[in-house]
């Protein structure tokens, strides 16, 4: 049975940079995994963040960018998420996810509990 | 980019069927998917490829989706459903970008 966890920091101060890691069990990342990264803020939506394959191509919401940087490192079984210059505007609860791809679409069949960051100083 | 509306609320008597529904541009080939978050809990998978419902979702769970509108449909609606409601679509066309709906907060009445 898959199962992914999330692990990080609670607490970034405004300007610096935000790392996170999603650890995977359960299943073997050479063959063939999809991680991602979503967010959500207290009371709203899911947003998606970024995506990364077990081969290291990674795909990225455009509104963030800039910002971001994600990996993979199966031999570890993890993948991980660089957010900078954080604001307030990025407190949330931070999801990874297991990403299943196929022909027609991609959809997130396995999520971590999440982990609440906020942003303050 | 691709925005994905869904009604903000629902609500709906134990025993009775609840329909959400997801609207977009029309969907084509893109597959639509279902999430259900209780509070407190993270999603959780309950319809994918328009219609398919992953192992330990009940059957009173369905989906279903024509142009641009995918509807969730809840049967026998129990205390238990009470949750938001998130559609997904990856939108092939864009950098592989992954679309979720307003969402949609079910009450059971």
């Known amino acids: 049975q898959v199962q992914v966890e999330e692990s990080g920091p609670g607490l970034v101060k405004p300007s610096e940079t935000l790392s996170l890691t999603c650890n995977v069990f359960?299943?073997?990342?050479?063959?063939?995994?999809?991680g991602a990264w979503i967010r959500q803020p207290l009371g709203k939506g899911l947003e998606w963040i970024a995506s990364?394959?077990?081969?290291?191509?990674?795909y990225y919401n455009s509104s963030l960018k800039s910002r971001l940087y994600i990996s993979v490192d199966y031999s570890k079984r993890r993948f991980t998420l660089d957010l900078r210059s954080v604001t307030a505007a990025d407190t949330a609860m931070f999801y990874c996810?297991?990403?299943?791809?196929?022909?027609?679409?991609?959809?997130?069949?396995?999520w971590g509990r999440g982990i609440l960051v906020s942003v303050s100083s | 980019s691709y925005v994905l509306t869904q009604p903000p609320s629902a609500s709906v008597a134990p025993g009775q069927t609840a329909k959400i529904t997801c609207e977009g541009r029309a969907f084509g080939l893109d597959t639509v998917h279902w999430y259900q978050q209780k509070p407190g809990q993270a999603p959780v998978l309950v319809i994918y490829d328009d219609d398919d419902r992953p192992s330990g979702i009940p059957e009173r769970f369905s989906g279903s989706s024509s142009g641009n509108t995918a509807t969730l449909t809840i049967s026998r609606v129990e205390a238990g459903d009470e949750a938001d409601y998130f559609c997904q679509v990856w939108d092939g066309d864009s950098d592989h970008l992954n679309v979720f709906g307003t969402g949609t907060r079910v009450t059971v009445l």
């Open positions: 990364v394959f077990h081969d290291g191509s990674a």
């Open positions: 996810a297991r990403q299943y791809c196929h022909r027609t679409g991609c959809y997130f069949d396995h």
């Open positions: 359960g299943y073997s990342m050479a063959s063939g995994f999809y």
